[in-house]
């Protein structure tokens, strides 16, 4: 493949340190490949993607359907490794797809309608089951199947989706530029607005307000979110379009794994995830709800944040300018853990028995304070770590000729979930071991002080200190700067010239192209 960049040596392609000042401005325009109203749709898709009541789904499982901890903790297990093997054929079929369509969109729509309608039949399963005890074998066998079919067509979304977001443009001016637009409407859109409505009804039901019941709330915003989520997710993928041309020929499983091996940059952010997914805890939800007996606490603790959460995404530009990639990561994804480290020394001012943890008022300032500072770093959340994840995918065929965008999803998945499969048991054994009643919630009831001492430290000081090591591997990332504008000034370079001989449909050419992408070695850097 041509590329003036490149000088050969014995052989080998090894390339140059030198960038023009044309290469270097080109990698900076601010070029759009992605039209006006595929990135309002785009931005739908990414509201889609929250737009749901997911965050209450341990409580929907747990205190609703009524499953048994410790069958849960075997779904979950089983799950989890289901989960990694079929990551592993799920890539593979992927990574080898070559349609007119694209690489990823074919299973983004077909798996639409027949997603969605698993969804629904989740939220619908207290009706199905309704007077069923928590040990009932019908009841847990339905779930456990489903779970298993959901995990495996859900395996092929994820990866479609990350991929199609990926190569939705070639340019990274364009695709920041569509992160950081999305990111900004879905959160001042409302893509939370369903949880934050489920919050509130919860609130309203457990002091009386009013006469609905939690099965019927969680059974109607389930199936509400799902189908609306699923419709709208549907039409963004019908109408968009991969633009990131693949290599001719599909990568082999060796190259595939060569190619992950090779990628500095997305081995360091796997091992930091992996690492901070090591993290084991609770969710926030438990502590409002069986500690402070406010739901609500979630929004109304939110306000002063959600005042600050969209300018955050205009300060994204100042941060970059002052602040190194590595170092936007960490003040994006470990500020919240931090910040929990203050919170949880406050809310233990007055011990088990009378602890701060335990009054809504003082809490209440707490947890505002925490969550505005938080949001000052949420646009660097949002459009950071998307952004080097991608670049990492450019960086794969910079380096190889190709890009493996499932194999590489899988892989950096795979440590995670691994570690998410013992998080996951290790929490629901510690609700256990806390002595926390299931039923207590739909029966009016309340957890011990043991229990909600044992919920708040779950929520906040747990997750902290077990998920810290996540920090040391992105210290060594070094995919910025220099290097970062000579692999784009690279790259466009080389994809304008592969388009050139796509278009022209002269085979010999073409036939040349592909051994070049698949065969041509190259040292970097």
Not at 463 to 489: H, N, Q, S, W
Request: with cysteine; charged share 20%; glycine share 8%.
């Amino acid at each position: 493949m041509a590329n003036e960049n490149l000088e050969v040596k014995e052989g080998v392609a090894v390339e140059s340190t030198e960038i023009d000042a044309a290469s270097r401005e080109y990698v900076y325009e601010n070029r759009r490949y992605v039209g006006m109203k595929e990135t309002i749709w785009y931005v739908v898709y990414d509201m889609c993607q929250s737009f749901n009541i997911d965050g209450f789904s341990d409580r929907f499982v747990t205190n609703i359907l009524q499953i048994d901890l410790d069958l849960q903790t075997v779904v979950r297990v089983f799950n989890g490794f289901w989960d990694v093997v079929n990551d592993l054929f799920t890539a593979g079929i992927v990574e080898k797809t070559r349609t007119r369509w694209g690489k990823f969109k074919p299973y983004l729509v077909a798996l639409g309608i027949p997603g969605t309608l698993g969804t629904c039949f989740y939220w619908l399963m207290p009706l199905i089951f309704k007077g069923k005890g928590a040990k009932d074998m019908g009841k847990f066998w339905t779930y456990f199947i489903l779970a298993i079919v959901r995990e495996g067509a859900g395996t092929f979304r994820a990866i479609s989706r990350t991929g199609m977001l990926a190569t939705i443009t070639p340019h990274p001016q364009d695709r920041t530029r569509l992160i950081t637009v999305a990111e900004f409407f879905s959160g001042l859109l409302g893509e939370k607005l369903p949880q934050q409505i489920t919050t509130v009804l919860l609130d309203l039901i457990g002091n009386k307000v009013i006469s609905l019941s939690y099965t019927s709330t969680f059974v109607f915003m389930g199936n509400f979110t799902s189908i609306i989520s699923g419709v709208a997710s549907l039409i963004f993928c019908v109408m968009t379009r991969e633009r990131v041309m693949q290599s001719i020929e599909t990568p082999s499983v060796m190259q595939g794994i060569k190619s992950i091996l090779n990628n500095k940059p997305i081995l360091l952010l796997t091992l930091s995830e992996t690492l901070s997914n090591f993290s084991v805890g609770g969710s926030i939800n438990d502590y409002y709800i069986d500690v402070l007996n406010f739901a609500s606490m979630t929004l109304v603790a939110g306000i002063p944040g959600a005042i600050i959460n969209p300018f955050s995404f205009s300060w994204v530009p100042w941060f970059r300018r002052r602040f190194s990639t590595k170092a936007l990561y960490l003040l994006g994804t470990k500020s919240q853990s931090l910040l929990d480290i203050p919170v949880f020394l406050i809310g233990m001012i007055g011990g088990k028995h009378n602890g701060i943890y335990k009054k809504v008022l003082p809490m209440f300032f707490v947890m505002a304070i925490k969550e505005a500072i938080y949001m000052i770093f949420w646009g660097v959340r949002r459009v950071i770590p998307s952004e080097m994840y991608n670049e990492s995918m450019d960086y794969c065929e910079w380096k190889n000729g190709y890009r493996t965008e499932a194999m590489t999803s899988v892989a950096r998945d795979l440590t995670k979930k691994l570690a998410s499969i013992l998080n996951s048991a290790l929490s629901l054994q510690i609700k256990k071991l806390i002595g926390y009643d299931i039923t207590s919630y739909t029966s009016g009831g309340t957890q011990t002080d043991n229990t909600k001492m044992g919920l708040f430290a779950m929520a906040t000081i747990i997750p902290t200190v077990t998920g810290l090591l996540g920090i040391i591997p992105i210290l060594f990332y070094d995919l910025t700067g220099e290097k970062r504008e000579r692999m784009y000034a690279e790259l466009l370079k080389r994809r304008e010239e592969a388009s050139k001989i796509a278009s022209s449909g002269d085979e010999e050419a073409m036939k040349k192209l592909a051994e070049e992408q698949t065969g041509v070695k190259k040292v970097k850097s």
